[in-house]
């Protein structure tokens, strides 16, 4: 019966059924998991007497003094009191002659039973519109408020959920014995969430649904990684201990607990996939650079993979400084090399000449081939869909070590990311300093690129950056094209300006490189330099339309500059600063760190906005939320990671299994 279609059930027609479909109920199961959005609370019958301001209750008694007047514009109001020790006011539209429906419902009705927000008044307490009826509320307890469509009232939601709870008994227990124990059964649990006795009991069904679906979509997201045999990696050896001995730095506690975790994966024979995420100039590279080494010291190959041409070139630049003084060979591959010479990088990855190739997309095109790929890194991962990932990943299996400077809120981590292991580098480098962050009145506009231009003057460098590339008709933004031409005519006149945005093409690499040899003083951008900027030459950044850009964003963003021995400063520009935005901003401007400020854009924004998340497939929650669960969410990761380590296929679980070819991942 669950399997059937939504008009198996009592009163649903094809007309109905239609309507159910775009709230995504098509089956007698949707209907049972589709939850109340909220509950009117009708507990307890009050008498007028026994009101409290400030809640909302459910009172019954006499209904006395009532009288209707117009006001204005076929509105009327009407007024009563019950029992004479509560206020009643409701507001109608009638614009026929005599008395309103509702006042004609109420003069037939010697008693009635209302619901509603209970206000101090004048006299005694009010409540405004307030729900009424003339007959006890059938339900008792939490009354389900359900999510509707046009055609569909809540009563008859509440009448196809108590058809649906009857088929209950077919629906199997999903949890494994150990995790059952810790929470409601299931069953119990369904009943409870949609007709819970007290809050209490919700809190209860709640809890254990929660885990559910956090368990399943993990399951879900982990059962195809830990299943194949990958690379079992040499322990250190002579290689390694060169390299760490060159560094020209103490490496952080937290670089020295990445290493070991990168270490022990590694070193095991199932694959390595590991997430290593922390703020710009934290120290990731050491990171990827240490799995190179080990990988290049056990026979493999490595592949580093980033967004742009730009942090390719710089990456390669990097790579070869520390890694070919250990016999180590690093090339480059990215698709404005000529045709011959990615032939010849080709050719040599093919024949097991080159240890470690940096590139773009181009280091997942069918031409390319490995001797023996071992360590796949991906810098920047959310720049990157899955496909691309698991093509890389396709060259051969290899150890996956992904890079995010994007600091996320480890419960929107364990979504996104959720087949990964995940290490966290909070602490900078003793020699980083914070940017000096700075909200400006559009007022001193001109007063910021006076600054701008004293630092350009004495050799520094500089960003700007605009939310949008042309104007639009719909929204009031400074756009980063006609502001340039602007800029350069007038307060960076004395300036070499460039520009960059998303829809350059090929220009927008020249124009980077140019900036990163210093041949700009100025590179007016929109959020492309948010990513894939290592100029530490550049020391001042200005934000126009700061309230435009997510937290997150705006730290991301202001990580470009101070990457020097100089220190950087950050001016947010703002030109419509509600005191929501200007709460917002005073986050970024106040703290330096980026974990901090993810989870305040995520408690500000919501999953679905931060970072764009929904273009990742971030997956929809049917009572799970992201921000208020997430230590069931982190329960349930564990969970699924320790079973599927026992029992990779769950072929001691088919209840389970059965249950997550119905989970929609």
């Known amino acids: 019966m669950l399997n059937r279609p939504v008009t198996s059930l009592p009163g649903i027609g094809v007309k109905k059924a239609q309507a159910l479909k775009g709230l995504g109920l098509q089956t007698v199961r949707d209907v049972l998991f589709s939850f109340p959005r909220t509950y009117k609370d009708f507990q307890a019958v009050l008498e007028p007497e026994e009101v409290q301001p400030g809640a909302v209750q459910l009172v019954h008694g006499p209904l006395l003094q009532l009288r209707e007047r117009p006001i204005s514009q076929g509105r009327r109001l009407i007024q ?91 629906l199997k227990e999903c949890l494994p014995p150990e995790l059952v124990g810790r929470y409601l059964e299931r069953r119990e649990a369904l009943r409870q969430i949609h007709f819970p006795s007290d809050w209490a009991s919700y809190h209860r069904a709640r809890e254990r649904l929660v885990f559910e679906e956090f368990f399943l979509f993990h399951l879900g997201l982990q059962r195809g990684q830990r299943q194949r045999e990958g690379i079992a990696h040499q322990k250190d050896g002579e290689l390694v201990a060169r390299f760490l001995q060159q560094l ?65 070139l710089q990456m390669v630049e990097r790579l070869r400084r520390s890694l070919e003084p250990l016999g180590i060979r690093v090339e480059l591959l990215i698709g404005a090399m000529k045709g011959k010479e990615q032939e010849q990088v080709r050719v040599a990855l ?51 070590l992904v890079m995010s400077a994007t600091p996320i809120p480890r419960s929107l981590a364990l979504t996104m990311y959720g087949d990964l292991d995940i290490t966290e580098i909070r602490q900078l480098p003793a020699h ?82 140019a900036f990163a040899r210093g041949e700009l ?96 497939g971030q997956p929809y929650f049917r009572l799970a939320d992201l921000t208020r669960d997430k230590d069931l969410l982190q329960q349930a990761a564990e969970a699924a990671k320790a079973l599927l380590s026992r029992d990779p296929h769950l072929e001691g679980y088919p209840e389970l299994a059965a249950e997550l070819d119905q989970y929609p991942l």
């Open 80 to 170: 009563a009191t019950l029992g004479g020790q509560l206020g009643l006011t409701w507001f109608v539209h009638h614009r026929a002659p005599g008395p309103s429906f509702l006042y004609r419902k109420l003069q037939r009705a010697r008693e009635v039973w209302v619901y509603g927000l209970v206000k101090e008044g004048t006299l005694f307490p009010e409540m405004t519109s307030p729900e009424v009826y003339t007959r006890p509320p059938e339900h008792r307890g939490l009354m389900p408020i359900y999510p509707l469509a046009a055609g569909i009232t809540n009563n008859q939601r509440v009448n196809w959920v108590r058809a649906a709870l009857r088929h209950l008994g077919e």
């Open 521 to 616: 003083d100025v590179l007016i951008a929109t959020t492309v330099v948010e990513v894939g900027m290592n100029v530490p030459n550049a020391t001042v950044m200005v934000i126009e339309n700061a309230e435009r850009f997510g937290l997150a964003q705006l730290h991301q963003l202001r990580g470009r500059v101070g990457r020097g021995k100089k220190p950087g400063i950050c001016f947010l520009l703002a030109y419509n600063l509600s005191p929501q935005s200007r709460a917002r901003l005073e986050v970024v401007r106040r703290s330096n760190d980026g974990f901090f400020i993810a989870e305040q854009d995520l408690l500000l924004r919501g999953p679905g906005d931060l970072l764009g998340v929904r273009q990742w």
């Open 432 to 513: 980083r300093q914070p940017v000096d962050t700075r909200l400006i009145h559009p007022d001193r506009r001109a007063d910021v690129y006076r600054y701008v231009l004293s630092r350009v003057k004495k050799g520094e460098q500089a960003y700007v950056v605009f939310p949008l590339v042309e104007e639009s008709e719909h929204v009031d933004l400074k756009a980063a094209v006609q502001e340039m031409e602007e800029l350069q005519r007038g307060l960076l006149s004395q300036a070499r300006v460039g520009l960059i945005h998303g829809q350059m093409g090929r220009a927008k690499e020249e124009v980077f490189q």
């Open 350 to 400: 093919a024949r097991g000449e080159i240890d470690v190739v940096v590139g773009t997309h181009a280091l997942i095109t069918d031409k390319v081939e490995y001797k023996n790929l071992t360590l796949a890194i991906v810098d920047e991962q959310h720049r990157f869909g899955v496909r691309q990932r698991a093509a890389l990943l396709g060259k051969g299996n290899p150890d996956l």
């Open 248 to 312: 020209p730095f103490e490496l952080t506690a937290d670089q020295k607990a990445a290493l070991g975790q990168v270490a022990r994966d590694m070193e095991e024979p199932r694959p390595m996939r590991r997430l290593v995420q922390g703020e710009v100039g934290s120290g990731k590279t050491i990171v990827a650079e240490y799995g190179a080494v080990k990988a290049v010291a056990s026979g493999g190959q490595v592949a580093m993979m980033v967004p742009t041409e730009v942090l390719a």
